[in-house]
């Protein structure tokens, strides 16, 4: 049985996830978690975007012969973003330990002292 | 010398790189090993910048293509037949060298302000690693040919601006203005990778050039223009998603608040390479050129009123800097809603904002600096409670006026000169454009004069400094020559610079594709 | 974080972590013939380090790291891949001198599905160790500066 679109929606249904958690949540660990749920979607459309129907992954050690593989490219910049996902998530992670020895917390709705 | 100007576009991200990456080893040998160190690898960039500035300009404008790791026939033909380019490609045209140019001469004055701001703290090695980090990024998304490399030095420079932004972690601001800033610069990037996720679906390629010749105007790509404009737009500070930018340029410690406004400015090249050699005339510019009028004047307008209310030095330069962006987006706005029929003022309109985004960055860059000399002088950034420097310090106020005026147009200096372009074109497509230019100026010149009177003039008060120190002004005297020169013969500079990099976005889609598929 | 867990699973970790270490080297060495490469096997020994400072508490871990050299480490693997660009420079930035060369890392790679020839790819080997030393050594100062502890520590 083929998996028809089911990936695209899945990935579709993270990013409006994140998108919500960042806009409507106020703790700021959950703010960083919802711009993790947007990268895990937009990683997972990456992938999806390679596949072919009943083909098997691109590595050359030991594969059948006469088999169709799926497309490397999108694989490669899966894993790039997924190394910028990490750089962004610990520098705001970062962020958030500082605000908080500052501003002693971590609601968001507390933290607005730069108005105007 | 042939070989450096065949290698210039990779090494002038190379050498920042190795820069970024020695300077934590030279750094344990003394502050002045580092400094050197720093200044000789920013006046070594600044000169490949200049050196491919003049090799791109010898040709016009005209764009020159280079391979990674591969030699110059690149393309992998298909057993149907069909050659695709495979490799990553740098390909500098005209307007790449000349914000090539504004990039190197931003970060070399923002290199050498910052060696004698930074005297008195401490951890300058990392700053200056995350600064050359910066500076690496911003030249990459500038020359390259490659939307997903694109997407990879956009993320670079959105981390390190970041990381320089919250790097003074004793003040409680930076920090929530590094944190709202790197959330808000993550989700640009991410509607990017989106975009760039759907054209490659599908079309199967990554390279601007392949893209540029195999675009239908079909649902997706207006999906993907989309998610690309709302991304970079956000990133340049047009309103209305510019609630990041007065927390980031007022936080960021002075000399990086100027290389923040060039990496704004790296962005919005980015949306005018997209805009014009991506997508072209494939999908409706009279459109587009309307969207970007609109978001221009939103800025302009909203820029301008909300400088004048505040009363933090530092965010009010931030404010007119958001503003300014805006003069850019008209002119090259009023470009594209034209590039139909393609008549003469479309392209004095494109010249005018090409123009502007150079004298901006030499003017705000100026306005910062001196407003870290008043913050320093002063020990306050609250305009209330200075006053009466211009007793001690005449140098810095006569800099300030240079700048001050500069930006909000008054002749003879360059700010008149791009925006009597600007003017002209919008005029003659829309009268009511050109009327809120020429009314946000007016309030511009009264926020500089509001600043001026409030930070020089008036009775003499306590100062810690009693002059500028010699290390700080230098940068601001080269860039107040670069302001003054600019004014005084914008003819001969519109001519040699200007109007290649116009000349590549308005009538330069076919060379740009024909060099990368007609040739690999 | 500063006492470590129970007696169970400390010694559990004594004995499975340096597998762990031994199969995030092998992830790293062997990323030009199956799946990973610098990034990833970077990231299962920095992962490794996390499981010990999880299971053994902040105290246990503190006095056998040290942070500069830690610093030092990520700056030549830094500097080693910048190095490996540089070395096809006669072409292009990152060309692939060493690939069907004979030499170090050079041997010819057969086309198609093959066993796998550990001695071929020419600078990519290379560039995956660098990266992956670069990654391990970032990764764990991190985790040393989040976990461990900087309670003492402003800028340096």
New interface residues.
């Given amino acids: 049985m083929s998996i028809g679109n089911l990936p695209f929606v899945v990935a579709a249904l993270l990013?409006v996830l994140g998108i919500y958690t960042?806009l409507f949540k106020r703790n700021?660990i959950k703010?960083?978690i919802g711009?993790s749920l947007?990268?895990t979607g937009?990683n997972l459309?990456?992938v999806t975007?390679g596949y072919r129907t009943h083909a098997i992954?691109p590595?050359?050690?030991?594969?059948?012969?006469a088999e169709r593989m799926v497309l490397p490219?999108?694989q490669a910049?899966t894993?790039?973003?997924i190394?910028?996902g990490?750089?962004?998530t610990?520098?705001?992670?970062?962020?958030?330990?500082?605000?908080y020895r500052?501003?002693g917390t971590l609601d968001a709705g507390k933290?607005k002292?730069?108005r105007? | 010398m042939t070989a450096l100007i065949n290698h210039a576009p990779v090494l002038l991200i190379a050498i920042p790189l190795l820069g970024a990456f020695a300077v934590p080893l030279i750094g344990k040998l003394g502050r002045g090993a580092r400094n050197t160190f720093v200044g000789l690898i920013s006046l070594i960039t600044a000169a490949l910048a200049g050196l491919l500035a003049a090799t791109v300009f010898g040709h016009a404008g005209a764009p020159s293509l280079y391979v990674m790791g591969g030699s110059q026939g690149f393309s992998l033909p298909l057993p149907s037949g069909l050659s695709v380019p495979i490799r990553i490609i740098f390909e500098p045209d005209g307007m790449s060298a000349f914000m090539a140019l504004i990039t190197a001469l931003i970060t070399l004055t923002g290199a050498f302000f910052s060696f004698s701001y930074w005297r008195e703290r401490s951890g300058g090695t990392l700053f200056y690693s995350l600064f050359m980090l910066l500076t690496a990024g911003i030249f990459g998304m500038e020359l390259t040919g490659d939307m997903f490399n694109f997407f990879v030095f956009l993320e670079i420079t959105s981390i390190s601006a970041c990381g320089l932004i919250g790097f003074r972690v004793w003040l409680k601001h930076s920090q929530e203005a590094g944190f709202k800033v790197m959330a808000l610069y993550t989700l640009s990037g991410l509607f990017v990778l989106l975009a760039i996720g759907l054209l490659y679906g599908q079309y199967g390629g990554l390279n601007i050039a392949y893209l540029a010749s195999t675009l239908t105007g079909s649902t997706i790509d207006i999906v993907a223009l989309g998610l690309l404009l709302v991304g970079l737009a956000l990133k340049a500070g047009a309103v209305p998603l510019h609630m990041w930018a007065p927390d980031a340029y007022g936080e960021a410690p002075a000399p990086m608040s100027a290389v923040l406004v060039a990496n704004s400015q790296a962005s919005l090249y980015g949306l005018f390479r997209i805009l014009f050699t991506l997508f072209g005339l494939t999908v409706s510019v009279a459109t587009l050129g309307w969207i970007l009028i609109v978001l221009a004047l939103l800025t302009i307008f909203v820029g301008v009123t909300m400088a004048l209310i505040q009363s933090d030095i530092k965010r009010l330069i931030a404010y007119s800097a958001v503003s300014q962006i805006g003069y850019m987006l008209l002119g090259v706005g009023v470009g594209l809603a034209v590039s139909v029929a393609k008549p003469d003022f479309g392209f004095v309109a494109m010249q005018g904002g090409i123009f502007h985004m150079l004298n901006d960055a030499a003017c705000i860059g100026l306005l910062f600096f001196a407003s870290g000399v008043i913050i320093r002088a002063t020990g306050t950034r609250d305009l209330n409670q200075m006053g009466g420097l211009a007793h001690s310090m005449k140098w810095t106020s006569i800099l300030f006026i240079i700048g001050a005026f500069a930006l909000a147009g008054v002749p003879p200096f360059n700010g008149f000169a791009s925006k009597f372009l600007i003017y002209e074109a919008a005029f003659k497509l829309s009268p009511f454009l050109a009327v809120v230019a020429i009314l946000s100026s007016i309030l511009l010149l009264a926020v500089f004069v509001k600043i001026f009177q409030a930070a020089f003039l008036g009775p003499r008060r306590e100062a810690l400094m009693s002059e500028v120190p010699i290390g700080m002004m230098i940068p601001m005297v080269a860039l107040a020559l670069v302001v003054i020169v600019f004014g005084l013969f914008p003819g001969f500079f519109v001519d040699k610079i200007v109007t290649p990099a116009a000349n590549a976005l308005w009538y330069g889609r076919d060379a740009y594709i024909g060099l990368v598929l007609g040739g690999g | 974080m500063n006492t470590g867990m129970s007696i169970i699973v400390r010694t559990v970790t004594r004995l499975v972590y340096g597998l762990a270490l031994v199969f995030g080297f092998y992830v790293i060495m062997h990323g030009h013939l199956t799946p990973g490469g610098g990034f990833q096997g970077g990231a299962v020994v920095a992962s490794t380090l996390a499981l010990l400072v999880v299971a053994f508490g902040a105290v246990g871990v503190k006095g056998h790291l040290n942070r500069h050299l830690l610093q030092t480490l990520e700056e030549i693997g830094a500097l080693a891949f910048l190095a490996l660009g540089f070395v096809g420079i006669g072409t292009a930035f990152f060309y692939n001198l060493l690939a069907n060369s004979g030499g170090l890392f050079g041997a010819t790679v057969p086309i198609g599905p093959n066993a796998g020839v550990f001695a071929a790819g020419g600078t990519i080997p290379l560039m995956n160790w660098a990266v992956g030393l670069k990654v391990m050594t970032g990764i764990a100062a991190i985790i040393i500066a989040m976990l461990v502890g900087s309670r003492k520590e402003e800028t340096e």
């Fill in positions: 990013v960042f700021l703010l960083v711009i947007v990268e937009v459309f990456l975007l992954a590595i050359y050690t030991f594969a059948p012969k490219t999108p910049l894993l790039t973003s190394v910028i990490l750089a962004t610990a520098l705001l992670l970062s962020f958030a330990v500082f605000i500052h501003y933290i002292e730069l105007g």
